[in-house]
């Protein structure tokens, strides 16, 4: 399954909502969709599973969703700290995927 | 609290071959399967496969079948990974990172060793 993320770049400003995209070419099974984080020099680090729940400690202005094909990220009233780059990841096929990721800069 | 330390940076020539350790640290070393996920400079990660420390049990992605080994030494709580035949597109970051399974993500991450494939 080839996850598709969009847009390439998000540029927004402290406090915007930011809207990330995932599609998978084919639909994920039990919606296991699954969001990353990472900044530069660090691991990813686990933000969403299930499709829409929170992991451990995340604040809840990551709100996501989506079933079959589509899956949405949104983050609203950004934090410095929010801009990163964020992935996707899937299981399906005895095989993990992740997408291309999506860069959320500062405008 | 939980860690996974991952071995040094290492550099290698085309065909040769190299090891990573990740050490495991803060929690129940046979209840996890442990994952190794590499990143290539800026792209997003590749998953190549996991070993199940309980058994030693792996699955390897099938790009990688023949020139990946994950093993496990329940004695020090540590897992290894094994590439052979190395060549510059095997150069990235290479990360562990822990499955509860059967939940399908990996909660935690080792901090990562730089393999660079260069002659």
């Known amino acids: 399954i080839v996850l598709t993320q969009s847009p390439g770049t998000l540029s927004l400003s402290p406090g915007e909502r930011a809207t990330l995209s995932c599609r998978a070419s084919q639909s994920v099974s039990g919606n296991s969709l699954v969001w990353y984080q990472q900044k530069p020099g660090q691991a990813p680090r686990l933000l969403i599973y299930g499709a829409s729940t929170r992991a451990t400690d995340i604040p809840d202005r990551f709100i996501a969703g989506g079933s079959g094909t589509d899956f949405t990220l949104t983050i609203s009233g950004l934090e410095p700290e929010d801009f990163a780059m964020y992935y996707c990841?899937?299981?399906?096929?005895?095989?993990?995927?992740f997408g291309q990721g999506t860069k959320l800069e500062i405008k | 609290q939980v860690q996974l330390v991952q071995s040094g940076a290492e550099v290698k020539e085309p065909g040769a071959s190299v090891k990573i350790s990740c050490k495991a640290s803060g929690y129940m070393f046979t209840a996890y399967h442990m994952h190794w996920v590499r990143q290539a400079p800026e792209q997003g990660p590749e998953w190549l496969g996991m070993v199940h420390p309980f058994n030693g049990g792996t699955n390897y992605r099938q790009k990688f079948q023949g020139r990946v080994t994950m093993t496990r030494d329940t004695s020090t709580g540590t897992v290894y990974m094994e590439l052979s035949g190395l060549r510059s597109e095997d150069t990235a970051i290479y990360y562990c990172a822990r499955e509860l399974p059967p939940s399908l993500y990996f909660d935690f991450w080792g901090q990562g060793t730089q393999v660079t494939v260069s002659s």
């Open positions: 990841q899937q299981y399906g096929g005895s095989e993990y995927t």
